[in-house]
């Protein structure tokens, strides 16, 4: 015997009706990884953010500690050139005692005359 057609009808009703419900479950797998793969990512990303930040904080330490160094390293070369400035002030008085002699006579009454008028009111 024939299916009828509305038995034809049913079954094929019926087998939308399947496809319907894998559909769902399928949707809802699709979901749940996606949810599941964005979890992880966000994540991934988290875990990244934390190590570039540690580096960052590791990468700071260090420029403050060679901070430190290059400050000694500027000290260091200005102290340098204030010895050979003391140097080329010695030589220059013992080449030319008399004019040394001068000079500081003269600066140090310029500086008793300042330091006087100034105190007077």
């Known amino acids: ?53 540690s580096d960052s904080a590791l990468e700071g330490l260090a420029a403050a500690e060679l901070g430190g160094a290059a400050a000694k390293e500027q000290v260091d070369a200005l102290m340098d050139k204030g010895k050979d400035l003391i140097d080329s002030a010695a030589e220059l008085i013992r080449e030319r005692p008399l004019a040394s002699f001068g000079i500081a006579f003269a600066a140090g009454w310029m500086i008793a005359k300042l330091g006087r008028s100034s105190s007077n009111p």
Request: aromatic share 0%.
């Open 1 to 53: 015997m024939t299916p009828t057609n509305t038995e034809n009808m049913k079954e094929h009703l019926g087998e939308a009706g399947a496809h319907l419900k894998s559909a769902a479950v399928a949707a809802g797998d699709a979901v749940k990884g996606a949810a599941g793969a964005a979890g992880d990512e966000l994540r991934l990303g988290r875990a990244n953010l934390k190590a570039e930040l």
